[in-house]
């Protein structure tokens, strides 16, 4: 089921306390959101789907048009995860790396189309302006009244965020709009991209969780991106020292088109007028279908090392 903002909320916090962590795809394809939801079904775990502004402007989706593109992303989302086939694995929608002039405009359109989390690229603004795009945030929530469950970031690829930045910019945005912040986005020595990490820092990642959740009276949870350069034991680590959300975005792509080149690498030959199997291989279904046939078991293998699996009915059971 796709969950609502104060349900995500409740879930992070649960995750926190649980620790485990929550695997967010960003899903780049119709084909992928539908992967994921078999992986968290299989694995009986929360699954987070999220996208940024390249997918929502994408040709898959707003061909051009972020706010057409979310629309479009959410109404399949909302079908799919409220469909009997999912109704047991918790669904968050989450919106990530959203930047530009039109950042506010298409955020708080999210918050209008009951959006689960909302989260915003904060790597072109100043301190001051993040705090002010949060405040912004929140100041619209409560003039419409409406939910929200926000994540804020601070200086995700430039290494270690000082404690310091921690209390000015989360302890501010709270201070100003308590309850509305969930999820903490500091630099722990991860950056964007698959090259190798160096620096990374599970003491940075206790320090900021503990300093974060004392800030607001509640289990504040870390979220950790760049995810995709970090072996199995680090992101374990990682969880254990208080990750609650994991970022999972250019391995995750990487898969998925290597699995793409194989399928036409293994069948090109049948891409001619004589083939008697040319339709059933230039068919969309045959590409995704064989692409999901190893991308499933790569989403299952990391909602296990996130320590993930056997939450997702547990959880849904205590909003009943």
Not at 196 to 211: C, K, M
Not at 291 to 319: C, H, W
Request: glycine fraction near 8%; charge should be negative.
């Amino acid at each position: 089921m796709l969950l609502s903002p104060d349900q995500t909320r409740s879930l992070y916090e649960h995750a926190v306390q649980n620790h485990y962590a929550i695997l967010a795809v960003n899903a780049d394809s119709p084909a992928a959101i539908v992967d994921c939801l078999h992986a968290a079904k299989e694995c009986d775990a929360p699954i987070i789907i999220e996208t940024s502004l390249w997918q929502l402007q994408g040709h898959s989706f707003g061909a051009g048009d972020p706010i057409l593109g979310m629309d479009r992303y959410l109404a399949d989302l909302r079908v799919l995860a409220n469909h009997p086939r999912f109704a047991e694995v918790p669904v968050i929608y989450h919106t990530d790396h959203i930047k530009g002039a039109g950042t506010l405009p298409i955020l708080k359109h999210a918050m209008k189309s009951r959006a689960s989390s909302i989260s915003l690229d904060s790597s072109d603004l100043t301190p001051a302006e993040n705090i002010d795009h949060l405040c912004e945030l929140c100041d619209f929530a409560g003039s419409h009244a409406l939910s929200a469950t926000l994540e804020m970031e601070a200086g995700v690829d430039d290494g270690v965020t000082a404690l310091a930045e921690t209390k000015a910019l989360f302890g501010e945005v709270e201070t100003r709009h308590p309850g509305f912040l969930a999820l903490w986005a500091p630099g722990v020595g991860t950056q964007h991209g698959l090259g190798e990490v160096n620096g990374f820092s599970t003491t940075a990642i206790q320090e900021h969780q503990q300093l974060a959740s004392d800030l607001a009276g509640r289990p504040i949870g870390i979220a950790l991106h760049g995810s995709s350069g970090l072996s199995n034991s680090q992101l374990a680590d990682a969880v254990e020292s208080g990750v609650a959300k994991v970022n999972w975005s250019s391995e995750s792509l990487l898969i998925r088109s290597q699995a793409a080149a194989d399928y036409y690498r293994h069948y090109g030959e049948r891409l001619t007028k004589e083939h008697p199997d040319f339709k059933p291989t230039a068919m969309d279904n045959g590409l995704q279908t064989y692409i999901a046939s190893g991308y499933q078991m790569r989403v299952v293998e990391r909602i296990r090392t996130l320590n993930g699996a056997d939450f997702g009915k547990p959880f849904l059971s205590t909003l009943t």
